[in-house]
């Protein structure tokens, strides 16, 4: 079929047709058919002026014109008007008794080509109309208010009658000399003239629908630019003339056919017009009895019409109700303020600078469906506008937000999440997974849990450095919420293992995840060696790192500051490891933790837990530590005890105790090692039995002065004679074994000066 010529033919039309093209075609006709008649009755002056007479009667064409013997005569009397059209002024004597006079001077004027004004007042209308040719409607001089709303009238009663009823050819002459009158002024752009006649036949018929009816039908089928003209043509500051060119486009929108006000709205200059001039609609007269015109509701559809201001303050309301029901208005801020006020959503005492920022809030949580159909329908463009009239700042709410992200056609909704102010509570709500960067770096989502795991398993189950920097910039704690989780693929322990490497994490937000659960590392194949300090501290802290023996080393390898801290945040597994495995290392690793800055408790449990076989070197502890006194009970090393004697001042109280109770059990140790002589005096003036004290002191002389030696004489028992040394020039003293060492000691020390034996007694010399 589509090769078949007569069916592409038929198609070519139907086509045209719809395009309103043969509309147009058969118009052009018709005006050239008008043009025709008015060169007929163009003035003879007017036609054959100088120019014709010098070409077009020159050539071959009017060469019998040319040859004419009173072609000289001729054209004087043309061009000089002594021949012309006014011989019906002189055969007035033919015309009806009925004519006056101003009926044959209109007449005379008219066939003269000369114009009256269109008010001038005609007696014998009926007579004139009898006289008047079908070419004389197209004289310039036709232009008569009388004359055309006598032949409107005829017209438009015949026009509501049968075919039956009427005379056809009557009716198609009147609509004929109707039209002609009409091409007249079109010609001449004569909006003057059709202002003026509306208002005369509207003063006239305003109460007849049928002569309204049919002057608007005629005019704007005939006068096929004429919204165009008279929308150009200048009213000045001539609010009667306004108001009168508002009624002529009303009344194009109430009576035309969509393809007719098609045709009137010649480069949208009359949507245009309208679309700035909603006060047109005021015209609403009495015989519409406020009733909305079907077909101007048509019209305003055909020619897609979106008013700038709705105009709420001067038109009733169902008016207001049909243009918000039929989206007949642009959207812009003033009309949807104006629309939320009429509707309302908003009051007259409402916060506008609210409303401006929650403006779709607003809207789509109205009850006013047309409204939201046309926002929802156009998101698009009113985003655009929403950026504009909220200046960049939104507070629209989840419901609202996800609209907007879930609208295909939405383009710029980068620049909508910058302004929005709101944060979407799941991320999963968006569908578009391609923004969802976009709203991590807005901060347009929830920085919870549910979030982040659900765009760590987006990133293929890796920290983008996005998901990094919008934890980071979350400053509410992480509620983890395993349950809250939907994803199948979801597993707690890898999203934990992931987040445990970390090293540009919040360490807030790092403790919160890695802390949740009691999650522990089964291996340290994927541990990083270069973790900050603060995140070793929380996966000590928070018990991921289990105290096992590969991980201790790993701490103690990698992080060896934090030793102590691992070892006492799992003191019940580390004592464990201890006791198994103790050997230097370890002694050396719990001496410092013994040294450290922790409390008493701490150490004291340490060291309840430890295996009394395992011994501690008191030279890696603190001198002046407070569980010396325990290690000394239960960890002290044999070998270390002539180190105690020596250092014996060195202590606290509480261990010089504990170290005189050893040294008392030890008294040959302290023979043969070197003593700390408080430590000495100290065991010498104790309980013990004093044979012993005497064999030590008889050793430890030597460190001993003579002040020493006067304060031992009663408590080793030694002779009263030592304490007057200093008063006497000379003494004598039994011959025993101490004796003899004491007195070498002195003489030593020079507190004496000589001794000899003398009758088994030792004499001694003090010299003064």
């Known amino acids: 079929m589509e090769q078949d010529d007569n069916y592409q033919q038929k198609k070519k039309l139907i086509e045209e047709r719809d395009k309103g093209e043969l509309e147009n075609l058969r118009h052009s006709i018709e005006n050239l058919q008008l043009e025709k008649k008015q060169t007929i009755v163009t003035p003879i002056s007017e036609l054959f002026d100088e120019n014709i007479f010098k070409t077009k009667l020159n050539s071959e064409d009017f060469k019998e014109i040319k040859n004419n013997e009173y072609y000289n005569l001729l054209s004087f009397l043309i061009k000089e008007s002594f021949i012309d059209e006014n011989y019906n002024s002189y055969m007035n004597y033919f015309y009806d008794n009925d004519l006056k006079k101003e009926d044959i001077i209109f007449l005379r004027e008219l066939y003269a080509g000369k114009i009256n004004e269109p008010e001038y007042e005609l007696n014998s209308l009926e007579s004139i109309i009898e006289i008047l040719e079908n070419e004389d409607y197209s004289r310039k001089g036709i232009l008569n208010y009388s004359i055309f709303e006598f032949l409107l009238k005829k017209e438009a009663f015949l026009n509501e009658k049968s075919s039956k009823q009427i005379n056809p050819l009557l009716h198609e002459k009147l609509l004929e000399n109707i039209e002609s009158i009409l091409y007249v002024a079109s010609q001449e752009k004569?909006?003057?003239?059709?202002?003026?006649?509306?208002?005369?036949?509207?003063?006239?018929?305003?109460?007849?629908?049928?002569?309204?009816?049919?002057?608007?039908?005629?005019?704007?089928?005939?006068?096929?630019?004429?919204?165009?003209?008279?929308?150009?043509?200048?009213?000045?500051v001539n609010i009667s003339l306004k108001y009168t060119r508002m009624r002529l486009l009303f009344s194009a929108l109430k009576y035309l056919d969509s393809k007719q006000i098609d045709v009137q709205n010649k480069n949208q200059k009359l949507k245009q017009y309208l679309e700035k001039n909603i006060n047109i609609l005021r015209i609403l007269d009495d015989g519409d009895n406020n009733i909305i015109p079907v077909n101007l509701i048509k019209n305003l559809k055909s020619l897609n019409i979106e008013f700038v201001d709705i105009g709420i303050e001067f038109l009733d309301h169902e008016l207001i109700s049909m243009i918000i029901g039929n989206n007949f208005y642009e959207l812009n801020y003033i009309n949807l303020e104006k629309i939320a006020k009429f509707s309302g959503i908003i009051s007259e005492n409402s916060d506008l600078e609210s409303f401006?920022?929650?403006?779709?809030?607003?809207?789509?949580?109205?009850?006013?469906?047309?409204?939201?159909?046309?926002?929802?329908?156009?998101?698009?463009?009113?985003?655009?506008?929403?950026?504009?009239?909220?200046?960049?700042?939104?507070?629209?709410?989840?419901?609202?937000?996800?609209?907007?992200?879930?609208?295909?056609?939405?383009?710029?909704?980068?620049?909508?999440?910058?302004?929005?102010?709101?944060?979407?509570?799941?991320?999963?709500?968006?569908?578009?997974?391609?923004?969802?960067?976009?709203?991590?770096?807005?901060?347009?989502?929830?920085?919870?849990?549910?979030?982040?795991?659900?765009?760590?398993?987006?990133?293929?189950?890796?920290?983008?450095?996005?998901?990094?920097?919008?934890?980071?910039?979350?400053?509410?704690?992480?509620?983890?919420?395993?349950?809250?989780?939907?994803?199948?693929?979801?597993?707690?322990?890898?999203?934990?293992?992931?987040?445990?490497?970390?090293?540009?994490?919040?360490?807030?937000?790092?403790?919160?995840?890695?802390?949740?659960?009691?999650?522990?590392?089964?291996?340290?194949?994927?541990?990083?060696?270069?973790?900050?300090?603060?995140?070793?501290?929380?996966?000590?802290?928070?018990?991921?790192?289990?105290?096992?023996?590969?991980?201790?080393?790993?701490?103690?390898?990698?992080?060896?500051?934090?030793?102590?801290?691992?070892?006492?945040?799992?003191?019940?597994?580390?004592?464990?490891?201890?006791?198994?495995?103790?050997?230097?290392?370890?002694?050396?690793?719990?001496?410092?933790?013994?040294?450290?800055?922790?409390?008493?408790?701490?150490k004291k449990e340490i060291l309840s837990k430890l295996d009394t076989k395992n011994k501690i070197s008191i030279r890696n502890i603190n001198i002046k530590s407070d569980i010396l006194s325990i290690i000394l009970d239960r960890h002290l090393k044999d070998s270390e005890i002539p180190t105690l004697f020596e250092v014996y001042s060195q202590y606290e109280f509480e261990v010089r105790y504990k170290i005189l109770e050893i040294a008392k059990e030890n008294i040959e140790l302290m023979k043969s090692n070197d003593c700390d002589k408080r430590l000495v005096i100290k065991v010498l003036k104790s309980d013990l039995d004093i044979k012993i004290r005497r064999s030590l002191f008889v050793t430890k002389i030597s460190m001993m002065d003579y002040e020493d030696i006067l304060n031992l004489v009663s408590t080793i028992d030694l002779s009263k004679a030592y304490e007057y040394l200093t008063t006497s020039a000379q003494m004598e003293f039994e011959n025993t074994g101490i004796n003899v060492v004491i007195i070498n000691h002195l003489e030593k020390i020079g507190i004496i000066s000589s001794q000899f034996l003398e009758d088994d007694f030792i004499i001694v010399k003090v010299e003064k």
Not at 193 to 201: E, M, Q, T
Not at 368 to 389: A, C, G
Request: hydrophobic share 35%; aromatic share 12%; proline share 2%.
């Open 190 to 236: 004569n909006i003057k003239f059709i202002l003026g006649l509306d208002s005369y036949l509207f003063y006239n018929y305003r109460n007849e629908g049928n002569i309204d009816k049919r002057w608007y039908e005629i005019l704007f089928t005939t006068w096929l630019d004429f919204c165009v003209d008279v929308i150009d043509y200048p009213t000045s």
């Open 356 to 602: 401006r920022r929650k403006n779709l809030s607003y809207i789509m949580q109205s009850n006013n469906k047309p409204l939201k159909t046309r926002v929802s329908d156009n998101l698009n463009d009113y985003i655009k506008l929403y950026l504009e009239f909220s200046n960049g700042v939104i507070y629209d709410s989840d419901i609202t937000m996800l609209h907007v992200l879930n609208d295909a056609s939405v383009e710029n909704k980068n620049s909508y999440l910058k302004a929005t102010k709101h944060r979407i509570e799941n991320i999963k709500d968006v569908i578009d997974q391609s923004i969802w960067s976009i709203l991590l770096e807005n901060d347009s989502v929830q920085g919870n849990f549910a979030n982040i795991v659900y765009y760590f398993i987006f990133s293929k189950k890796k920290w983008e450095s996005e998901l990094i920097e919008f934890v980071n910039r979350s400053h509410s704690e992480i509620q983890v919420n395993i349950e809250e989780i939907s994803e199948e693929s979801f597993e707690f322990e890898e999203f934990v293992d992931a987040t445990i490497k970390l090293n540009d994490l919040d360490n807030d937000r790092y403790r919160e995840i890695v802390g949740y659960g009691g999650h522990k590392i089964t291996t340290l194949d994927k541990m990083p060696n270069d973790l900050p300090e603060s995140k070793i501290e929380t996966l000590i802290d928070c018990s991921v790192l289990p105290m096992r023996g590969d991980v201790l080393g790993y701490v103690r390898r990698h992080y060896p500051k934090h030793m102590t801290h691992f070892a006492l945040h799992n003191i019940e597994g580390y004592m464990e490891l201890i006791n198994e495995n103790y050997d230097e290392k370890y002694e050396s690793e719990l001496s410092s933790i013994l040294n450290s800055n922790i409390i008493t408790n701490t």
